[in-house]
């Protein structure tokens, strides 16, 4: 790896920082400079092995040759082409590759640049949908407890977590929640999907009692909810709220932004789980995180409610100046052409099973309550200090950067690993040996 130490910049002040304590953070820098493979370079030249593919993103691994090389052809050719009334032949391909690695009839593709994006995106799919259908009042959206689906207005009103919502005001009104799948007490050290909690997806029908069907426009969860710990779906839990949305005429969202692209072994979680959604979003991992980008794949009937009318007329009233960015569909290219030519999600289910016993190795330590793998990622979490919530999953974080030389998420006091799928059975051993290091020495 050619790549000399570089210093700290000298003023840290004028970046604020996303979803980062400022302060801490500029007080002691976890800065990174480079990246191959499976490694991090820190500012001080350690190596360091990510356990995180960046944030749920580099699933193919970093810098990798094919996908450089193909955002430097791209740059070099067509640096930016309109994406409103224009287009270029790339945005066309690589909606075709993704079409085709979607299970059903999920057949047609509206770009964004982040999983942020494609939610408030499949949001107003959902919406118009019913609106162009002559169903103007079915408005509803339903999220989950504990869902993340970004930050945008849309994501954090049908979004489950507190801190994402208490301060910014009244939200998108008209939204409910599913209760969250996860309870500790029955379901704390299962591998993948618990055996404990399908009935809980028949909430939904008591939304629709409270409701009424006619006012409700979609459904949106991620079929295993990452941000917020990793809690994988009850076994039956996903295909009973199919079941139930269909019953009511009700859109299924799968936000597939952190499950797509092999975390589970498969191109999305929808063939994991044999559940065909109306709508899947993605982002992360389409480009292996190299480029921005996002997507909504759309099933056939909802791209068909659209086209109708005068052909002159804008169909969707929708739409990123970067959708579609050249330099984001050739590195979209190039990473699918990664993920099959090194059958990178073949080897993530393969991997499934040492990942979940090498997981579980960590059963016992000291302030371990729960830990939860499932295809290559996992939630532990550890007992929070006594009125310091989130102290030991940081303490964590920074023993890991600064002297483990392992990176990996910090949720509160929940670690969150999702290392990219080109990981080896020795490395491994590696993070888990440093996790156990780690989690002994913050007790
Ligand atoms: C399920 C899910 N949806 C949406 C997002 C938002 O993606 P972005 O940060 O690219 O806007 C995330 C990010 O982690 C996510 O996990």
């Known amino acids: ?174 939204v409910d929640h599913l209760p969250t799948t996860y309870n500790r007490e029955k379901q704390a050290f299962s591998i993948g999907e618990p055996e404990w909690g399908a009935h809980l997806a028949d909430e939904l029908d008591r939304l629709v009692a409270l409701h009424d069907a006619s006012t409700i426009a979609a459904v949106i969860v991620e079929p295993v909810a990452a941000s917020t710990g990793v809690l994988p779906p009850p076994k039956g839990y996903l295909e009973r709220l199919r079941a139930i949305c269909d019953k009511h005429g009700i859109l299924l969202i799968f936000d597939e932004v952190i499950t797509g692209y092999g975390r589970l072994g498969y191109a999305f979680a929808a063939e994991r789980y044999g559940v065909v959604p109306d709508m899947i979003t993605f982002a992360k991992g389409i480009t292996s995180g190299a480029v921005p980008m996002g997507g909504v794949l759309v099933r056939k009937g909802i791209y068909d409610a659209f086209m109708k009318g005068p052909e002159h007329v804008i169909e969707l009233f929708h739409g990123y100046t970067y959708s579609a960015h050249p330099l984001a569909c050739a590195a979209g290219l190039a990473t699918l052409d990664l993920y099959r030519g090194e059958g990178l999600f073949e080897r993530a289910r393969k991997l499934e099973t040492p990942w979940a016993k090498a997981a579980m190795g960590l059963k016992g330590l000291p302030n371990v309550l729960d830990i939860r793998p499932v295809g290559l990622t996992v939630g532990i979490d550890l007992a929070s200090k006594p009125d310091a919530v989130g102290k030991r999953g940081m303490e964590a974080l920074d023993l890991g950067f600064f002297e483990y030389d392992v990176m990996f998420r910090a949720v509160g006091d929940t670690l969150a690993l999702s290392p990219p799928l080109i990981l080896s059975e020795s490395q491994i051993g590696e993070i888990f040996d440093k996790l156990a290091r780690i989690i002994k020495a913050v007790a």
């Open 1 to 174: 790896m050619a790549l000399a130490a570089s210093s700290v910049p000298n003023d840290l002040e004028p970046y604020w920082m996303p979803f980062t304590a400022n302060r801490a953070f500029k007080k002691r820098p976890r800065m990174i400079v480079g990246a191959k493979d499976m490694h991090y370079i820190a500012s001080d030249g350690r190596k360091l092995i990510d356990g995180a593919a960046g944030l749920w993103c580099t699933n193919a691994g970093h810098n990798r040759e094919p996908i450089v090389a193909a955002i430097q052809r791209e740059a070099a050719t067509l640096d930016y082409a309109p994406a409103f009334q224009f287009s270029h032949p790339k945005a066309f391909e690589l909606a075709g590759r993704i079409a085709a690695l979607a299970p059903g009839d999920l057949d047609h593709v509206f770009f964004c640049n982040s999983g942020s994006e494609a939610v408030d995106t499949a949001l107003k799919i959902a919406l118009a949908y019913h609106n162009v259908r002559g169903n103007a009042s079915r408005v509803r959206l339903i999220g989950r407890e504990r869902g993340y689906h970004g930050v945008g207005f849309g994501g954090i009103a049908v979004g489950g977590i507190v801190n994402n919502r208490k301060q910014f005001g009244a939200l998108f009104t008209g």
